[in-house]
Every structure is written in C-alpha cells, then in structure tokens.
C-alpha cells in the first residue's frame, strides 16, 4: 500500500463497516454468553470416543520408520 493510493468507493466503504459491525456483533453476544457447564449433573449422556482408522499407507510408513501401529 502506497500513501497515494486511492481510497476506495463509498460502497466499498459501506461494505467494509457493515462486515466490521457484524463481526463485532457477533464477539459481543459470545463475550455475554453464559460459559458452558463443568458439571457432570448437566451432562449426564455418555460420549463415545471416536475411532481412529489407520490406512494401509499409514502403516507401510510406521514400519519402515520403525514405529509399529498396531
């Protein structure tokens, strides 16, 4: 960016406050937000962990590095 460098048009202007606006918005509903939970009474389901799948190619280069995912 030059020091001469044009300004731009008013709607570009426009556009740039209404983008800058909306994203303060949004930052000032979740700075309000209530935090969430830590309490095991308000999550009582159990989540299960995901599985990790490890490819074929994964484990030709676990070997031939030596590390052996079983």
Request: net charge negative.
């Amino acid at each position: 960016m030059t020091p001469y460098e044009e300004i731009e048009t008013p709607a570009q202007l426009r556009a740039d406050c209404e983008a800058v606006n909306s994203r303060l918005a949004r930052a000032a509903r979740k700075v309000t937000e209530a935090p969430p939970s830590i309490h095991y009474d308000e999550f009582p389901r159990e989540i299960p962990k995901r599985d990790i799948q490890i490819s074929e190619a994964a484990q030709r280069l676990a070997n031939a590095l030596h590390l052996h995912l079983d």
